[in-house]
């Protein structure tokens, strides 16, 4: 038997789905390329130096994942929303996972100071490729110095398994320059337990665990019977589908926020409509460009939902749902596009981000854990059945962060691509600008740079539009 150490966690639902669906040519990995204004020749090695120095003091850092032998929890019967705690007198599940403190870690083999590059997108792209070492803290940070010294880069990538985008971003910034941030607030102290409890639920909760459990399963058969239903219908292009190659390919653009905000206030909405309403144009730009032309084409996107609350990085864990919704790349009409968007998207929030195909990911939670073991490789190549292309939004925050004291100008998130797609589009905010982050298959979509080079085309003709 393999028991789980005292200091480790076990993988919620979600995270062990991650762990399970890589492959070596779908690696599950997320990833951010900061561009920071050097301040001398050597600021790119002294970043080096920086990141492996913090690293080793930052506990999350040290985490590896490790399989196991999974005990299961009454608790975890009844509500499936909950992680399950430890005791080895509990009956045995097998294909579990967690995370535990590598006893042997070195930052060295995480940070990696390469040779000056001139285009930083194109050098990430063949690092995006490579998969993570399953059999260590499963997280690397690459210090690219650029060719002219006034600027170098660095790429974070963090296993979806070990953080999502919030997670992933408090690790990066915990081997940045300390930043001046509020403190957080006191969180409750819990009232003591006595030894038992826990063990086994209060009698007194069992109703309402009873009407959980019960809601779970009208959920779930909810969110299948509309997964069921999305894959009818489908209307996308050939050019966002693509035979697993394992290559990558990065192109990032960014555009000013003001220009959103301009659009956002013509004709209403929010923020996030207007920036997936310039995918859908960018699209339809980029596809007639091409020569696939944009006809009857409505991909299915998938926008990824944080469920988590703020202010609670912690527990380790994805709490993730989503939105499934059709991109009007048919449509000729940019302000038509942004309505569109708006109207699916406002349908979305009022159904919730718990029902819906686009909550799939919320399914994990009634999969024991050997049905991750055994049946998510098979799930990662259904992918492109459910959606054509993610959209998400990684929030960053407006304060200026310096690694070394040079200021970090440019933020791409990256996102993982699904198995059969050739298309991932992140988006952050920061510091006045929208940067969207571009992932592709390299062999599928040789043209990425004409894509990014549509989004901000894209941009200007919704202004355009706003103004006449």
Known sequence: MNPRPADSDLLAPLDLAFWNIESRAHPMHLGALGIFAANSPAAGRHAAELLAARAAGVPGLRMRIRDLWQPLDLRQGLDLRKASGFDPRRPLAFGGAAREAAPDFEP??????HAPVADFHAAVGALMQRPLERDRPPWEAHVLPGVDGTSFAVLFKFHHALADGLRALAL???VLDPMDTPAPRPRPTEPARGLLSGLVPAVTKLPGLVRGALSDVGRALDIGASVARATLDVRSSAALVSQPTGTRRIAGVAVELDEIHTIRKSVGGTVNDVLIAVVAGALRRWLDERGD????VSPRALIPVSRRRPRTAHPQGNRLSGYLMRLPVDDPDPLARLATVRTAMNHNKDAGPNRGAGAVALLA???????????????GRAARLLFDILVTSVPLPSLGMTL???????VYPLAPLARGQALAVAVSTFRGRVHYGLVADAEAVPDL???AKSLTVEVAELNAACVS
């Open 293 to 296: 032309g944009s006809d009857g």
């Open 449 to 451: 740079d004409l894509l």
């Open 108 to 113: 060295l083999d995480h940070v990696r100071l």
């Open 172 to 174: 990066a910034a915990a």
């Open 404 to 410: 070394g004291g040079c200021p970090l100008t440019e």
């Open 365 to 379: 939670d009634h999969v024991p854990p050997i049905g991750h073991r055994l049946g998510m490789p098979v799930v």
